[in-house]
């Protein structure tokens, strides 16, 4: 008999709704989101329709917020599963349009646009590059992930929908995607790989073509410096150091320079560069908008052969590759600048 009511407590455990794992992400019914045809276009040699039937599904789980210049307004808790752009670009042959002037990858990026014409932007290695692969997905299930104690039912949503995990501010998570172009910077850097000593005592600032500030060895932020430990780790030439890095976090210091604001969030890019022409872009949000204090940072390396004054460090990424030795130019331009 007390095995019996035991079995009935169960069931009835079971049927309502209470978890019956450690997971807390997925005690809520999932519901099937819709999707529509999405197309890669851009500077890719073989273009087309993204065949959904050959990716694995990936989670991820996102408390979605809105921006409002104030603290975020939130609007929901969300178990997402669906399909990585790491996966769904990962075969694509990169076709650059400056690939014969600048062969690295790390100047690419890409525009995601929806059924509705809104689009945003990622960075290739916002895609490739981090430590946690795979959080940025194409979603095509939803859960709710709801509080034990207020049971709120956040609003489900219907349509696809782009995720990006590591936003603070999820405004790049736009619904029904359908095209997704792959771009290179189209901005112009004199290229010159044989400077003897390279070495850049300043960093300047710009808005498009305007100069904003200057950063000099003499210049003091005065701005709390941030001590990151560090596996330095290269995609060509494998381990550099392990040295800490301490430096001014990019977004404290040039905060007065790039405004935030819904539309530079989701169409801002960031090209950094150093005097021998070797650049990186970076989205606006990756730098400005990061929910994982994996931040990035102005390191000063005073008097150091080749690596001074400046040194930008992505404490987000696996490898090294975007960490600019020798920075000396901070460009932000929006996707239509490009």
């Known amino acids: 008999m007390k095995k019996l009511i035991a079995i009935c407590l169960g069931l009835i455990t079971f049927h309502s709704g209470i978890a019956q794992t450690n997971d807390f992400y997925d005690d809520a019914p999932q519901n099937d989101l819709r999707m529509s045809s999405l197309t890669i276009a851009g500077e890719v040699e073989n273009p087309g329709v993204v065949d959904f039937s050959s990716l694995p599904l990936r989670q991820l789980v996102v408390k979605e917020t809105e921006f409002n210049y104030e603290n975020g307004k939130f609007t929901g808790a969300y178990q997402y599963e669906g399909y990585s752009l790491y996966d769904i670009l990962d075969k694509v042959v ?18 995601v646009e929806n059924a509705a014409g809104e689009k945003v932007v990622l960075s290739w290695g916002e895609i490739y590059y981090p430590i946690h692969r795979h959080e940025i997905i194409i979603a095509s299930k939803v859960r709710r992930i709801v509080p034990s104690k207020t049971k709120d039912l956040w609003p489900l949503p219907v349509d696809a929908k782009l995720v990006v995990a590591s936003d603070l501010y999820t405004v790049r998570n736009i619904s029904n995607p359908v095209k997704i172009t792959v771009k290179s910077s189209t901005v112009k850097y004199r290229i010159d790989r044989d400077i003897k000593d390279m070495y850049a005592d300043d960093v300047k600032f710009y808005h498009k073509n305007t100069l904003l500030n200057t950063l000099t060895e003499k210049t003091k932020p005065g701005l709390p410096m941030v001590n990151y430990g560090s596996v330095f780790y290269g995609r060509g030439r494998g381990i550099h150091g392990t040295t800490p890095f301490s430096g001014v ?7 007065e320079y790039y405004k935030m604001d819904e539309e530079t969030l989701r169409t801002g890019l960031i090209i950094v560069a150093a005097p021998d022409g070797y650049r990186a872009v970076f989205s606006f949000s990756e730098i400005f908008n990061r929910n994982d204090q994996a931040e990035v940072l102005i390191v000063p390396m005073p008097e150091i052969k080749d690596q001074g004054g400046f040194l930008l460090y992505p404490a987000a990424d696996f490898f090294s590759d975007r960490s600019i030795r020798c920075l000396n130019e901070v460009l932000f331009l929006q996707n239509t600048d490009m």
């Open 94 to 111: 990169l076709k650059k349009k400056n690939q014969e002037e600048f062969p690295p990858i790390i100047d690419l990026y890409v525009e």
């Open 249 to 255: 976090m990019l977004k404290d210091y040039t905060r």
